[in-house]
Structures are given as structure tokens and as C-alpha cells.
């Protein structure tokens, strides 16, 4: 997983022509530490390419994409936003395959 450290970052990843997955996080957050426990598996296991933003460093992109909870993975391709797992749907490994299977098939 890719951190973003810049807006321009961010921007380039997001219009990128193949779906990409963006985790929004905090160092703070027990949610995230528990979601970083498994989410190395479901990486392997899904052809999108991932990246890692700290909403604290990023609030106005959180604000943008209404990322109300963390952790949230939001899936974007060409700039738009085309999926969001909010943190209350992304507790267990069940959860995160089901959303990417959904986000996948489309």
C-alpha cells in the first residue's frame, strides 16, 4: 500500500483509468490498527491498487468525500468516486471482501 503525502498525489491516484482503492486513516485510530491486521491478505487477493491517506493530514479531502468514520475505503477510477465501506461496515476481513466482491462485479 501506497501512502499520499500530497494533494497532487492524491490527485494523480484517484484519475488513474483502473479502479483504485484509498484507505483513510489515523494513527490514533483502534478501528485502523484492526483493519491493518488483515488487510495485507485481502490486498493479494484483489487487483486494485492501494493507497493509504491520514485523514488528519488530509481533512478538506476527507470533508470532500465524506469520510465520516475511519477507517473508510473508498474506490475511485478516472476521478470519481465509485464506492465507500464507512468505518462502522469495515469491523472484519468478511466485511472488506464482501465490499470489494460488490465493487469488483460492477
Request: glycine share 6%.
Amino acid at each position: 500500500m501506497k501512502s499520499i503525502e500530497t494533494n497532487e498525489a492524491f490527485e494523480q491516484a484517484i484519475n488513474s483509468s483502473d479502479p483504485i482503492v484509498v484507505k483513510f486513516e489515523a494513527g490514533w485510530c483502534p478501528d485502523c490498527k484492526r483493519l491493518d491486521m488483515f488487510i495485507d491478505d485481502i490486498i493479494k487477493d484483489y487487483k486494485f491498487e492501494w493507497f493509504d491517506v491520514n485523514r488528519d493530514n488530509f481533512p478538506e479531502l476527507a470533508e470532500k468525500y465524506e469520510v465520516m468514520g475511519i477507517p473508510s475505503l473508498l474506490v475511485f477510477q478516472n476521478g470519481e468516486k465509485k464506492g465507500h465501506l464507512h468505518s462502522a461496515n469495515a469491523k472484519t476481513p468478511e466485511d472488506v471482501r464482501g465490499y470489494l466482491d460488490g465493487v469488483e462485479s460492477k
